[in-house]
């Protein structure tokens, strides 16, 4: 049973361009949810969080939004740029649980010049 | 500090010897939590300390797997008797304490067992 499911495995998208990745869940126990990128060879780095008391949060060309009702979340990019070609992993945790993220299994990102 | 760091970064094993990974964590972090990735698949949660202390175990976890850290500062993560199905990407991530903060990871140790 995948708790956290990131459905397109792939995204390709035109430099310049919004890149938007999708990821959803099932338990309703979450309440803080991460995005991680990881290029080849290299562990996950961290991106971008929120917590379940906010729909929004923003960090300059990223944004991720949160809509609880739909155990769903999405990473906006924008501008997309080639450096942004990676690998975007989704994690969820309970925060009673001291930090232990369930993470989807990636949608890898391709961004043409 | 450069941050979260994993030996060996490739091990190659013959089935049923035993491997041994260590980690060390950013030094202020007394969070340090193990996960395990395969090909096409995201992390899955191993296990997690808080300082010196185990606080939980996947039921990934067999009794094949060994975690430890000592100190509170870096830790180790055995496999016995190895098996072809252990062959994945060992993840190492560490984070302080608190509800909003985020796990740093290493750059892994790629066992593959022939």
């Known amino acids: 049973d995948q708790q956290v499911k990131q459905n397109s495995p792939s995204l390709s998208v035109q430099e310049g361009r919004i890149s938007i990745l999708n990821c959803d869940y099932t338990n309703s126990m979450f309440d803080y949810f991460l995005w991680y990128k990881k290029y080849p060879a290299e562990g996950p780095t961290f991106l971008i969080s929120i917590s379940s008391i906010k729909d929004k949060n923003e960090d300059g060309r990223f944004t991720v939004f949160l809509n609880k009702s739909a155990k769903h979340l999405s990473l906006h990019i924008v501008p997309s740029q080639p450096g942004d070609s990676a690998v975007y992993f989704c994690a969820a945790r309970v925060n009673t649980n001291a930090g232990k993220s369930t993470f989807g299994d990636g949608t890898t990102l391709t961004v043409k010049p | 500090d450069t941050g979260v760091s994993q030996n060996p970064r490739h091990k190659i094993t013959k089935r049923g010897q035993n491997v041994t990974f260590r980690c060390d964590p950013i030094?202020?972090?007394?969070?340090l939590y193990w996960y395990r990735q395969t090909l096409g698949q995201g992390p899955e949660f191993l296990t997690y300390f808080q300082n010196e202390a185990q606080l939980e175990k996947s039921r990934l976890l067999s009794d094949r797997f060994s975690a430890e850290r000592p100190k509170g500062s870096f830790s180790t993560l055995e496999i016995q008797r190895t098996e072809q199905g252990d062959s994945a990407m060992y993840l190492c991530a560490s984070s302080l304490a608190g509800w909003d903060t985020e796990a740093f990871f290493g750059q892994g140790t790629r066992l593959t067992v022939v």
């Open positions: 030094s202020e972090h007394n969070r």
